[in-house]
């Protein structure tokens, strides 16, 4: 069993930074993709950016160039960076992994195992 506890979240202005992070337990972290999603008031959750265990990385078109995902395996710790931000990138930010183990990833979120708590992210315009 995978447990993973988002951390970061917050209030900020349009334009500005955040740095979200996803804790895992488990010892098999860095054999698995981790990925961030998100979920606004009245929508469905959606891509945002996945990361596998042979590093190769995937964004959402809308966070393209803005938001770069890593890891730190040592740490058992996903990061995503988020950069100029807009009122648009409201939501609730989750992070996923998978009982996978391999150097692959989805954009959808069935594909996901383990889903942390969420954290909340507002931007203000």
């Known amino acids: 069993q995978v447990q993973l506890v988002e951390s970061g979240g917050g209030l900020v202005q349009a334009g500005g930074s955040l740095r979200l992070s996803c804790a895992a337990s488990?010892?098999?972290?860095?054999?698995?993709?981790m990925g961030w999603f998100r979920q606004a008031p009245g929508k469905e959750r959606e891509f945002v950016a996945a990361?596998?265990?042979?590093?190769?990385?995937k964004y959402a078109d809308s966070v393209k160039g803005r938001f770069t995902i890593s890891r730190d395996n040592a740490k058992n710790t996903a990061y995503l960076q988020m950069n100029s931000l807009k009122p648009e990138d409201t939501a609730v930010y989750y992070c996923?992994?998978?009982?996978?183990?391999?150097?692959?990833?989805?954009?959808?979120?069935?594909?996901?195992?383990?889903w942390g708590q969420g954290t909340q992210v507002t931007v203000s315009s």
């Open positions: 996923s992994s998978t009982s996978q183990i391999g150097d692959s990833y989805s954009t959808h979120p069935f594909w996901y195992d383990y």
């Open positions: 488990g010892r098999t972290f860095s054999s698995r993709a």
């Open positions: 990361i596998t265990s042979g590093l190769r990385t």
